[in-house]
């Protein structure tokens, strides 16, 4: 039973609950030592030019396959990282990975293919943040113009002065930014007026709305497109699965798609083997 809060206040854990907290906490000791004993690796999901249908980016996902528990989603192991500081190093080592791997699968050097990496706010806080990226550019060779950093809604519209100041020193670098999961947040339009960014991602939600009986994620799409248009930004649609949701998002004027319809994301090796990747070497 665990004690929460100042005032007398005790709150009692049943069984489950605390198999739950022990399950999460043997996992979060595994990510630990997950780095060092190379359990993590990337994969690449293609983005595809709505007009051409050809690749134009990728964006590197991070894959986490452990000895005890097997593959665990990002989804449950990057908010174990942000909370326990984890994300920092293992936030890095994508970045180093992904420009690695991707100056091997983009050989030709093409600078108007991108590479896509997520960026959690925990790694915004790191005051060195935009020196560390810059060194990894370095490094690996990689020309920052076909880098693009992936922030969520929340981190752009941050009213943090340091954040946003890190953003931009990341920006000043040549390096791109896109806002991903675009329209969950409950950031207004306008707001991106104050914010330089290069793409919007509308959030999957809408586009798998697409075929709902509703009209409203449908609106919704449409008014993030005008928009995007008014502010000469990029419109890519992520999670799409289905022709419908293609042949919407064409039509009304999307830019990029990115889903499970043209590519689901795959290991560098793979990606080597694209027909697509054959015809810019
Ligand atoms: P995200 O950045 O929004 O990435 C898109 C997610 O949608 C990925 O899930 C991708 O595999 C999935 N997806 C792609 N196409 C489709 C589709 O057609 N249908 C459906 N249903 N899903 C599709 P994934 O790889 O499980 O990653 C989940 C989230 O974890 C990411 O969402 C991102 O927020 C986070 N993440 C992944 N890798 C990293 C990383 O290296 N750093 C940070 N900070 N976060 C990461
Ligand atoms: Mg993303
Ligand atoms: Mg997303
Ligand atoms: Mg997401």
Redesign the pocket.
Same mark, same amino acid.
């Given at each position: 039973e665990a004690k929460a809060g100042g005032k007398n206040q005790i709150i009692y854990c049943s069984p489950a609950m605390k198999e739950e907290a022990t399950k999460k906490m043997k996992l979060t000791n595994s990510l630990y030592r997950a780095l060092d004993k190379n359990e993590l690796y990337l994969?690449y999901?293609p983005q595809v030019d709505v007009k051409t249908q050809k690749i134009i980016g990728f964006?590197? #996902? #991070?894959r986490w396959n452990n000895g005890e528990y097997g593959m665990v989603?990002?989804?449950i192991f990057?908010p174990m990282a942000e909370q326990t500081g984890l994300?920092r190093p293992i @936030?890095l080592w /994508?970045i180093k990975t992904a420009c690695k791997e991707f100056k091997e699968f983009n050989k030709s050097g093409n600078k108007s293919i991108t590479l896509s /990496?997520?960026?959690?706010i925990e790694?915004l806080k790191d005051i060195t943040i935009a020196e560390k990226i810059s060194e990894i550019l370095y490094a690996t060779k990689m020309n920052p113009k076909n880098l693009q950093i992936?922030i969520t809604e929340s981190i752009a519209f941050n009213e943090d002065y340091n954040i946003l100041k890190r953003l931009k020193d990341i920006r000043n670098l040549g390096i791109s930014v896109s806002i !991903? !999961?675009f329209g969950k947040g409950y950031s207004s339009l306008n707001r991106l007026k104050t914010f330089s960014i290069d793409l919007l991602?509308i959030d999957?939600d809408f586009v798998h709305g697409i075929t709902s009986q509703s009209q409203k994620d449908r609106a919704i799409i449409k008014s993030i497109i005008q928009v995007a248009k008014n502010l000469n930004v990029k419109v890519l649609a992520?999670? /799409?699965?289905t022709e419908e949701q293609f042949t919407f998002l064409r039509d009304n004027g999307c830019d990029i798609v990115? @889903?499970?319809?043209f590519y689901?994301?795959m290991p560098a090796s793979e990606i080597e083997k694209l027909d697509i990747m054959e015809a810019y070497r």
């Open positions: 994969h999901q964006e590197a #996902l #991070l989603s990002p989804n990057i994300i @936030g /994508v /990496v997520n960026l959690s790694q992936e !991903d !999961d991602k999957m992520e999670g /799409v699965e990115q @889903g499970y319809y689901k994301p």
